[in-house]
């Protein structure tokens, strides 16, 4: 067990405590946007998905000019940052379809990894918040799948919304336990 082993020092656990629950509330706020609003929370992650394309475009664009200025290969990948930011912001309808099949793929990885360290985690409090997080991601992948490209308007935002806010929920989960953590490694030392 990787991290139900590591030991954290009172400062951090309540840091992380305070944050977490923060972060956790913010989360879900959010995620019940998108529950609420799918089209718009697929506009904003398109939207979004373009602006950091664009950047990425500059910053690589930049790098190439002071590095591999001569080089036609180092420029593809500025220019196709580039073009891709452009596409999604002119035709965004199109680039929810797009971000509709990348989304299903995340959500299989992030349901892996929600998984796995909810079954390292075990049996600390909450384990199983992100096991039911990683579940969860699995069946939002597949319906995604089942329903691209016309369902992506409505679904993009909706997934993005409802992982969002189960995310939300499993920090703020871990964030209420995080001072458990600190009294359950406290009675390990005593018993040691």
């Known amino acids: 067990m990787i991290y139900a082993n590591l030991k954290f020092d009172k400062e951090t656990l309540e840091k992380y405590s305070k944050y977490g629950k923060i972060a956790g509330v913010l989360m879900m706020l959010l995620g019940l946007g998108g529950v609420f609003l799918p089209p718009v929370m697929s506009i904003a992650v398109v939207t979004f998905m373009a602006w950091m394309f664009l950047f990425s475009a500059l910053v690589q664009g930049y790098n190439t000019l002071k590095n591999y200025r001569k080089s036609f290969i180092a420029w593809l990948k500025p220019i196709l940052s580039f073009i891709t930011g452009i596409l999604f912001l002119l035709f965004p309808i199109q680039g929810i379809a797009v971000v509709g099949i990348l989304l299903a793929v995340y959500l299989l990885i992030d349901a892996y990894t929600s998984i796995a ?76």
Do not use: C, H, R
Not at 166 to 186: M, P, R, S
């Open 117 to 192: 360290f909810g079954i390292e985690y075990k049996p600390n409090k909450g384990w199983w918040m992100m096991v039911l997080n990683g579940v969860l991601s699995i069946i939002l992948s597949i319906i995604l799948m089942m329903g691209w490209p016309f369902s992506s308007i409505v679904l993009v935002g909706l997934f993005v919304g409802v992982s969002l806010f189960f995310d939300g929920v499993a920090l703020l989960t871990f964030a209420f336990g995080a001072k458990d953590l600190e009294a359950q490694d406290n009675n390990k030392n005593e018993k040691e």
